[in-house]
């Protein structure tokens, strides 16, 4: 049974990259593949086992040094997103920095505010005690 499922791949060629030897096979030799291994395997099994060989190079699996570069790639992204996410924290702080500055000048422009309008207020109430009092001796 082993030398027939072997047979199914000759004149199949693979490619080796780190290690990893992977097969590319057309649909026609999948279709071969897996007619001669049902009737040893069962379908079940033959389909299992022809799901583990790529269709065509795009399915084929990624090689170690495809996956470090693309890792290298993330990391250098992440990297110029720390770098943003830093410039955009000193922006904010600066920024931050000068809405408390606006607003202490504005409390403290409110406040004097208030002290001018509480001085008219109890100089206001002052002058109408006096007046009343002035009315009242002189209606007295």
């Given at each position: 049974?082993?030398?027939r499922i072997f ?11 780190s290690n990893?030897?992977?097969v590319a ?5 999948r ?5 001669a291994?049902v009737?040893?395997l ?15 190079d ?16 993330v990391r250098?992204?992440?990297a ?5 996410v ?5 922006e ?11 607003m202490?000048?504005e ?6 505010d208030?002290q ?16 009343s009092l002035?009315?009242?001796q002189?209606?007295s």
């Open positions: 049974m082993t030398s047979a199914s791949f000759r004149g199949l060629r693979g490619s080796c990259a990893v030897i992977s096979l057309t649909q026609q030799h279709n071969v593949v897996y007619n291994w009737p040893d069962g379908e079940e099994v033959a389909e299992a086992l022809i799901s583990h060989f790529p269709a065509r795009l399915d084929e699996p990624v090689t170690k040094e495809f996956v470090e570069v693309k890792i290298a790639e250098t992204e992440i110029g997103v720390r770098t943003e830093a410039d955009l924290r000193g904010m702080r600066a920024e931050s920095g000068k809405v408390r500055t606006e202490h000048q409390i403290g422009g409110l406040r004097k208030l001018h309008v509480l001085m008219w207020m109890v100089g206001a109430v002052f002058t109408s005690a006096g007046f002035a009315i009242s002189a209606l």
